[in-house]
């Protein structure tokens, strides 16, 4: 089950997924607001945090019957998949976390990578221009200048995305704290982290790593925070040998 990050949409997968199809089923879905999403079951309120989109994974899950899901999240999904394993952790395999971070904001003895007023200039500028932000941010997001079409694409998804949703579902992801649901996966969970990554800097990847009761930390040659299309062999390799270990271990 692959889940997309802020801005983006199932697409996303799109050079990942046909490397897992001969030997699992792929689920894709859209975050409400993204893709393909019914926009009208959008309510501010419900999708007020992290914890409803997470419902929405488990609904997807039920409603489609699957057990020992692999549920792999890709920045902000990474803590939504965190939180759907600890509602309902019989449903769940193993956990991929690429880019995750559990508080984007520095605390005492924590660096997130950012800021208390950091965020709140990039929600600002989000409510004011969704646009310009957009256009600025993605590449630098991307994180891979060597290959503009990159950056090119993730501004252009995140044009896609409806606006007012999108400032909504940013305020939902920099502002949240979820460092203490990180204790609670009892699955066994790879935190993908790439270098050079501006929004899930080292310091957060190690931190997810140690604070996991069963986590492997993989760092990757990939740079920015989106190697699901900067470097899909690396992220297809780093999940496979991932899957492949857990396989032996548990006897085939």
């Not at 792999?72 to 999904?77: A, Q, T």
């Not at 690429?98 to 409510?127: C, N, T």
């Not at 590449?139 to 400032?167: H, K, Q, V, Y």
């Amino acid at each position: 089950m692959f889940a997309h990050g802020f801005g983006c949409d199932q697409s996303m997968w799109r050079m990942i997924t046909p490397a897992f199809e001969a030997d699992h089923r792929i689920v894709l879905f859209d975050h409400v607001g993204a893709g393909g999403s019914d926009l009208s079951a959008y309510s501010a309120e419900r999708y007020g945090t992290l914890d409803a989109y997470a419902e929405d994974a488990l609904e997807i899950i039920e409603e489609l019957g699957l057990r020992d899901v692999v549920f792999v999240g890709h920045s902000v999904s990474a803590m939504i998949g965190v939180l759907a394993v600890a509602k309902a952790p019989d449903r769940f395999d193993r956990l991929v976390l690429i880019g995750p971070s559990p508080r984007y904001i520095d605390d005492d003895g924590y660096v997130g990578g950012f800021s208390a007023a950091d965020i709140d200039e990039l929600l600002d500028s989000m409510a004011s221009n969704y646009l310009g932000w957009s256009s600025e941010m993605a590449p630098a997001i991307m994180g891979n200048p060597g290959s503009p079409e990159l950056g090119e694409e993730l501004t252009n998804s995140f044009c896609r995305t409806d606006p007012d949703i999108a400032r909504q579902f940013a305020r939902v992801t920099f502002l949240s704290d979820n460092r203490a649901d990180l204790r609670s996966v009892t699955v066994p969970t790879l935190v993908l982290q790439c270098s050079d990554d501006v929004i899930a800097p080292d310091p957060v990847g190690e931190y997810v790593h140690r604070a996991l009761p069963d986590g492997e930390l993989v760092r990757m040659r990939a740079t920015g925070h989106c190697p699901n299309l900067s470097a899909p062999e690396e992220t297809v390799a780093a999940i496979k040998a991932f899957l492949a270990k857990e396989a032996d271990g548990r006897g085939g």
